[in-house]
């Protein structure tokens, strides 16, 4: 097989915290005196902290907050979501996650995160995945936000794999386009009609099989 390295997003990839993500972005909204719906909170999958308190104050049309203030409200929402993250177990982990990993590493590929959380050391740990991955690249390490392929193509350097064998798994369309902005292969997590540019688009890493890794 061409592939020697498969690098993980890890939200909606092998947690799903955007659930979490919504609940501290919608009590941050409420408090400011408006609300979003979860089909808003979609365009957020993928998106940076900063990013998406920007997309966030732009729905409730609030466009008089300082830099300083936004680094409040960012740091407010993200103490909610570390409390909520904070009791994550790991039956939290998405069907066939931790599974689809140890059988790439049984076949002797290296495995990585490409995140763009800061909170990803956290939510490994609470997970206890941490072992899983011979690297970790996510948001404390990477400056430009996806579809840069920044942190996909951290993720091959520090595994020592060139980017054309590494396989890049995904759920936001902004991910997607950072794996092939990196000249990597792509399988979408989720629906095909949204993740169009992905090699494969699988529902979840329990659809995953070395045989399929193998036809990309
Ligand atoms: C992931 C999630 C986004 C989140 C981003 C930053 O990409 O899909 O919803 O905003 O990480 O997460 P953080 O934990 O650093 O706030
Ligand atoms: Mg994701």
Redesign the pocket.
């Known amino acids: 097989m061409n592939i020697k390295a498969c690098i993980f ?4 990839v092998i947690v799903d ?2 659930v979490y ?1 919504y609940k501290a972005w919608k009590r941050l909204a409420n408090q400011m005196g408006f609300d979003f719906t979860e089909h808003q909170n979609e365009q ?6 900063m ?2 308190l920007d997309l966030i104050l732009g729905w409730g049309n609030i466009t008089n907050k300082t830099e300083a203030e936004k680094l409040e409200l ?1 740091a407010q ?2 103490e909610w ?2 409390e909520m ?1 904070g009791q994550m177990t790991p039956a939290e982990i998405l069907p066939g996650a931790r599974e689809f990993v140890q059988t790439c590493r049984d076949a002797g590929l290296k495995t990585a995160i490409g ?6 050391p956290t ?1 490994l740990n609470k997970l206890e995945l941490t072992h899983l991955f011979d690297a970790i690249i ?2 404390n390490s990477v400056s430009i936000p ?1 579809p840069d392929p920044e942190v996909f193509l951290k993720g091959a350097e520090a595994l020592g794999v060139a980017p054309a064998a590494c396989v890049v798994f995904e ?2 369309i902004a ?1 997607i386009e950072a794996a092939i902005n990196g000249d990597m292969k792509t399988v979408g997590i989720g629906s095909p009609e949204t993740l169009t540019k992905a090699n494969i688009v699988v529902s979840g890493l329990d659809k995953m099989s070395l045989t399929i890794l193998a036809e990309l």
């Open positions: 997003d890890l939200d909606g915290t955007a993500h957020l999958k993928g998106v940076s902290r990013a998406s960012a929402k993200n979501y570390t993250i995140s763009a959380s800061k909170n990803t939510i996510d948001g996806k759920d936001a991910g």
